[in-house]
Nanobody, 114 residues
């Protein structure tokens, strides 16, 4: 059973914007932690942005001021608005929802060209 479905990745030039979406099943959407992670070749998956509870947000330093995490509870969807993208933002982006167990999306490729 697919619990999380991601969309919104793509190829964009540096300075451009993309918005990622992650829609969760009714069973898991309101878990205590929800977040976006990024993985690049040869590196471990790293946190980009997350919700702690329903309101508190956290961001890795590299994306502060450029990325915004948000959610639409009625649509069971979490978003990552990415502005002023840089080549170093390139990677596969995964959404995660967790609360005891972890659930991951399938990943979506983001490529930023210089």
């Amino acid at each position: 059973q697919v619990e999380l479905v991601e969309s919104g990745g793509g190829l964009v030039q540096a300075g451009g914007s993309l918005r990622l979406s992650c829609t969760g099943s009714a069973r898991i959407f309101n878990m205590p932690y929800m977040g976006w992670y990024r993985q690049t070749p040869g590196k471990e998956r790293e946190l980009v942005a997350g919700f702690i509870g329903s309101v508190r947000r956290e961001y890795t330093d590299a994306v502060k001021g450029r990325f915004t995490i948000s959610r639409d509870n009625a649509k069971r969807t979490m978003f990552l608005q990415m502005n002023n993208l840089k080549p170093e933002d390139t990677g596969v982006y995964y959404c995660k929802m967790s609360g005891g167990r972890e659930y991951w999306g399938q990943g979506t490729q983001v490529t930023v060209s210089s």
